[in-house]
């Protein structure tokens, strides 16, 4: 592969998933304390609360994914690759 | 023994991780991927078996596995009932459950069988969700159903909803039609991949005992990528299905 190729996907892939994990960690550590802070405000709802939060964890998380992916296609399925 | 250990490891391949190599079948004018359809083959035969025998002497108390068996069948339908409603969800618990099983067994089958031992001539059976072929179609079958849903209530009428708050929303709304089947195969996909990719550099570099709770948190979010993604479909299907006498349920 292009030397100027591989250099360029190898810089881009790692900006991808290096900025793609800065706004979801910020979201899923706010919900984490919401429902920490909901958790001490009633322990009764605590099944409720944990089953939102794990929902809500995994809709962040894809975001980091999207980054992820584009990385591994930069990687490994590079579509500039001669 | 050092000695014996390093020549060992010299001349053997202890681990190797290689990504994009498929096992290509030639169907009529197309090229599959092999190794996901043996896979998958393996879920469809291990849901269909349990089913079997959970159902092969049933009591009117469940006892043992059709116990277990109706555990999961409640399940599905809460998560069905949840998102589509009292009144609706009973017409698409199939859809939703099967999508649920089959993501759910077939991303832990991934995980927790020792595949390498079979060798197959490319590539290596892996999770079929770990291809974006298997994901994508999952999608476009939710978006197929949702659909189906909206348009076999409420006809060609379902499309009014596009421009019913102000006509501007329109590009948005056609937007996500593109974006809901997008999102959901990339989040299964990319998230059972990630998974495959870190427990095999772990084991790259280090294959004892430090892959391990990688793994057992592999296990813990594919389980959950599973509910999301049948959870989502559910939701979308709910969403298509409702109409106006729904807002009054909202207000407890």
Known sequence: MDPLVAAASVIAASISIGLASVGPGIGQGNAASSAVEGIARQPEAEGKIRGTLLLSLAFMEALTIYGLVVALVLLFANPFAA | ?252
């Open chain 2, 1 to 252: 023994m050092i000695d014996q250990l390093l020549s060992y490891s010299k001349t053997t391949n202890l681990a190797a991780l290689e990504v994009g190599k498929h096992f290509y079948w030639h169907v009529g004018n197309f090229e599959v991927h092999g190794q996901v359809l043996i896979v998958s083959w393996i879920v469809i035969g291990v849901l269909v078996l349990a089913s079997a025998i959970a159902t092969s002497n049933i009591q009117r108390v469940p006892v043992g596995f059709q116990n277990f068996m109706e555990f999961g069948l409640e399940y599905v339908q809460g998560i069905a009932k949840d998102q589509i409603g009292e009144k609706e969800y009973r017409p698409w618990v199939p859809f939703v459950g099967t999508l649920f099983l089959f993501i759910f067994v077939s991303n832990w089958l991934g995980a927790l069988v020792p595949w390498k031992l079979i060798e197959l001539p490319a590539g290596e059976l892996a999770a079929p969700t770990g291809d974006i072929n298997t994901t994508v179609a999952l999608a476009l079958l939710v978006s197929a159903s949702y659909f189906y849903a909206g348009i076999s209530r409420k006809g060609l009428g379902y499309f009014s909803k596009y421009v019913q708050a102000s006509p501007f929303l329109l590009p948005l709304w056609v937007l996500e039609d593109f974006t809901k089947p997008l999102s959901l195969s990339f989040r299964l996909f990319g998230n059972i991949l990630a998974d495959e990719l870190v427990v095999g550099v772990l084991v790259l570099l280090v294959p004892l005992f430090v892959p391990l709770p990688v793994m057992i948190l592999g296990l813990f979010t594919s389980a959950i990528q599973a509910l999301i993604f049948s959870t989502l479909a559910a939701s979308y299907i709910g969403e298509a299905i409702e109409g106006h006498g729904e807002e009054e349920h909202e207000h407890h």
